[in-house]
């Protein structure tokens, strides 16, 4: 065995292993072990399995980060950039009265309904003022200030100290609740004016006594008051 020829390519090993064997023994380890053992090129254990909770945190954390690229939105806007905006201030100029037209059908219908509780002229008073004024057609009968005394036009916004109307020539006006008194008008069904040949209900409805927003005015109750201010 030690007249085996040493291959050039396995000359460093056989010279470590005379180190430590004799040069028989050393050729029979080179020609026996080193040369007919296989060479594992890949890991002899399986690999392990994937943990299953972190492969699905992996592909959330892959699928929202893709979504944040593909369809980035734009963060909604604040109430401070929405009053800076104006986004819910209507342009008067472009407002026209027979796009609200069906808005004042349905709140004579909604104002019929109110009158058909009963109970009387101050009773009507009473809910008509706890009640929705979008879509009634309003007319400023007195005012401290002379010139918006005749404004006729139909409510399409309210807030706590205006009414927005528009005309019937077309164009929007802000009439503020304070020292005014709105009248409004209630017709009759057919049925009631067919049978009892009744006339429109007329309700003045002073607006220094509504000074509230329309959500908070449904759970009050108002009194008569004079308005010496007039």
């Not at 019929?112 to 009387?120: D, P, T, W, Y």
């Not at 019937?168 to 069904?189: A, L, Q, S, Y």
């Not at 049978?195 to 108002?222: C, P, S």
Request: charged share 25%.
């Amino acid at each position: 065995m030690s007249d085996l020829p040493i291959p050039p390519a396995s000359a460093d090993a056989h010279a470590l292993l005379l180190q430590h064997h004799p040069p028989a023994l050393a050729s029979t380890l080179l020609h026996e072990k080193i040369h007919n053992k296989p060479l594992a090129l890949h890991p002899s254990h399986p690999a392990p399995a994937p943990n299953a909770r972190d492969s699905r945190q992996r592909n959330r954390h892959t699928s929202s980060s893709s979504s944040t690229t593909t369809t980035s939105r734009p963060k909604p806007l604040t109430a401070l950039e929405k009053r800076s905006l104006r986004v819910h201030a209507p342009r008067l100029s472009s407002l026209r009265y027979g796009t609200f037209l069906p808005l004042k059908a349905l709140w004579v219908e909604y104002a019929q309904s109110l009158v058909a509780m009963g109970g009387g002229a101050d009773a009507m008073a009473q809910r008509l003022a706890a009640g929705d004024l979008h879509g009634a057609e309003v007319e400023v009968v007195r005012c401290r200030c002379v010139d918006r005394v005749g404004i006729v036009g139909v409510v399409v916004k309210e807030t706590k100290g205006v009414l927005v109307v528009v005309c019937e020539k077309g164009g929007g006006k802000t009439v503020p609740k304070e020292f005014t008194v709105f009248r409004v008008r209630i017709p009759p069904t057919a049925d009631e004016k067919a049978r009892y040949n009744r006339r429109d209900m007329v309700l003045d409805l002073h607006g220094q006594q509504m000074m509230f927003r329309a959500a908070e005015r449904a759970g009050r109750k108002f009194k008569p008051k004079p308005m010496l201010e007039l």
